[in-house]
């Protein structure tokens, strides 16, 4: 199942296309992580090429945010510039997916763009591994907003990288922990994940019955108050500077509360 999303500048696309193992500067830092220098040189192992892909994102890219330290999400495309100040094709999105070589290029990217990014490094070095879109909640069950995560198969168990954590602390934990609301990890960071739908480049999968609709793509990047009091026909319908202050206002807090979450 392929569902499609309108993250760009009014192009339409697979989620799957997001996933791109095989584009050259992908295949580039798979490469340059599969030479990481391990005396006496063995090949290294699966559970380290992740362990070094997680370092990876956590080191090299930064969150974007504004001068006022809100998320910066929003982009445009410029085409077929005229002069200093028109242009015969000019497209803002408040909400935008970058490519992972667009990451790769800008040292730039949130929660849905350096998870695309970590899952494509993955899966060109041959690694099982998925996007995740869902749910960060507190644990009274109140949301604090969708977001997307990075799922693989490490130390023979299923675990989830947080790739919007860019400091000197481990990212990853297994799923049954991060998706456990009265867990160990949930009670010390106050959050917990749940998650509605996986793809890589190969297809995608809903693991709930929001998943398995088109409306768990409808949700990101929309404010979650503005959601329980219209509903997403309505919220829709809003101009999309009122929707993009009032998401970036959540955003902040559920950024906050996730990177202290992982000490």
């Known amino acids: 199942m392929n569902q499609i999303v309108d993250y760009r500048f009014g192009e339409k696309y697979s989620v799957t296309s997001f996933i791109q193992p095989d584009v050259y500067e992908v295949q580039n830092v798979a490469s340059m992580l599969k030479r990481f220098p391990s005396y006496p040189y063995p090949e290294l192992s699966k559970d380290k090429l992740i362990e070094l892909t ?63 990014l970590m899952t494509s490094i993955l899966r060109a070095l041959g690694i099982e591994a998925y996007t995740a ?10 949301l604090l907003g969708y977001h997307a995560w990075t ?48 793809y890589n480049e190969l297809g995608y999968t809903g693991t709930t019955q929001l998943g398995k609709t088109d409306i768990i793509f409808s949700l990101m990047g929309k404010p979650q108050k503005l959601l329980n009091m219209y509903g997403l026909e309505k919220v829709e319908q809003i101009n999309p500077k009122k929707l993009y202050k009032a998401w970036r206002e959540e955003e902040v807090l559920k950024h906050k509360m996730v990177w202290g979450a992982f000490k």
């Open 133 to 142: 879109l869902g749910e960060v909640r507190k644990t009274d069950d109140s």
């Open 151 to 198: 799922v693989t198969k490490y130390l023979n168990q299923e675990y989830l990288d947080e790739t919007t954590i860019h400091k000197d602390a481990n990212a990853l934990i297994t799923t049954l922990t991060a998706y456990d609301r009265v867990g160990a990890f949930a009670q010390t960071g106050n959050i917990y994940y749940v998650e509605h739908g996986r």
């Open 54 to 116: 997680s370092a990876f994102i956590r080191k090299d890219f930064v969150y974007p945010l504004d001068n006022s330290g809100k998320p910066a999400v929003d982009g445009s495309l410029i085409r077929y510039r005229k002069s200093w100040f028109t242009h015969l094709v000019d497209e803002y999105r408040y909400y935008v997916w970058a490519f992972p070589s667009e990451v790769l290029k800008s040292g730039y990217g949130y929660c849905a763009e350096t998870a695309n």
